[in-house]
């Protein structure tokens, strides 16, 4: 089994205690189901809390749904008050695709995806995503602590690039091995913290064995891509330039790029393309 969450609030699931009507609870879930949990008692929340949970938005969100548990349940009034741990976006899980594979998931797409509820299904949510080739982020402990892990492959690019990045991911996460690719969506419980301008000069200087950089004139604007550039730079001027992958997303200028730098064009190539490439090029470090 599993919880399913839909939430028509595109600010939801990013990590903030989420309240619901109680009336809202359990809606399209099994009868049989709900009579297991409908009391809320303790030993009903601790039997919900160790089933995988499903985060996801209603239809007409942009964003795709998340993988986590829940921590804790209150139930306080007409209202239910969950906390809860996302272990990680699930790349890949469209807004499209749950649609279309909505029954594998046990949800009504006519009325589910378009209210805002807690369900509970009877579906084993990890095989459904493993078999529709969808990376399914450990939810119990770490398995890697990024302050120490090193990563083949890390992704430098400006949030407005994400659309043509994440069919990347989508692809490199079929092919590599967990947590080859550091993506900042797949651990976003570890980088919700202070001082992430020197964790992650620290994963782009030291601990990654190729940098992918997605330049544009976003990425030269966006203060982010300046802390991470910083690091990148200092990778060049060690002259290591096996360790830098440059695609372009336009032709606006970035400082510290010339003309004479060599890049991958991304308007002239699918992202399964572009995949291949930055995997011919992470062979080499190996």
């Known amino acids: 089994m599993y919880n399913l969450f839909i939430s028509g609030d595109d600010e939801a699931w990013e990590g903030q205690p989420y309240e619901l009507e109680v009336s809202r609870v359990f809606e399209h879930t099994d009868s049989k189901i709900e009579a297991q949990f409908k009391e809320l008692d303790q030993h009903d929340l601790d039997e919900l809390k160790k089933l995988p949970c499903l985060f996801a938005y209603e239809i007409g969100s942009s ?6 548990k829940l921590t804790t349940i209150k139930k306080r009034q007409n ?3 969950i906390a809860y741990e996302i272990a990680g976006e699930l790349t890949g899980l469209t807004e499209e695709l749950l649609k279309e594979k909505s029954l594998n998931f046990d949800i009504n797409p006519k009325y589910e995806l378009r209210r805002t509820h807690w369900a509970v299904k009877d579906v084993d949510l990890d095989e459904e995503l493993t078999e529709l080739g969808i990376s399914v982020p450990k939810v ?19 949030g407005d690039a994400r659309g043509l990045v994440e069919p990347i991911v989508q692809e490199l996460t079929k092919k590599l091995k967990p947590h080859a690719l550091f993506y900042d ?3 976003q419980s570890q980088l919700a913290r202070p001082s992430l301008d020197i964790l992650l000069q620290d994963i782009y200087g ?12 976003d990425y030269e ?13 200092q ?12 695609i372009k997303v336009d032709d606006e200028p970035v400082s510290g790029i010339f003309s004479t730098d060599g890049y991958i064009d991304s308007r002239r190539y699918t992202p399964d393309q572009i995949a ?7 062979e080499h470090h190996k």
């Open 63 to 68: 964003k795709s749904p998340k993988y986590g």
């Open 79 to 81: 209202k239910v008050i």
């Open 140 to 158: 119990n402990g770490r398995i890697v602590d990024i302050n120490k892990h090193h990563f083949d492959i890390a992704f430098s690019f400006p």
């Open 185 to 187: 969506f797949n651990y």
């Open 206 to 217: 030291n601990r990654s064995k190729l940098i992918v950089v997605f330049l544009s004139g």
């Open 221 to 233: 604007r966006k203060k982010w891509c300046g802390v991470e550039f910083r690091a990148i730079r």
């Open 235 to 246: 990778v060049i001027m060690d002259q290591k330039f096996d360790k830098v992958m440059l």
């Open 276 to 282: 291949q490439f930055i995997i011919e090029r992470s």
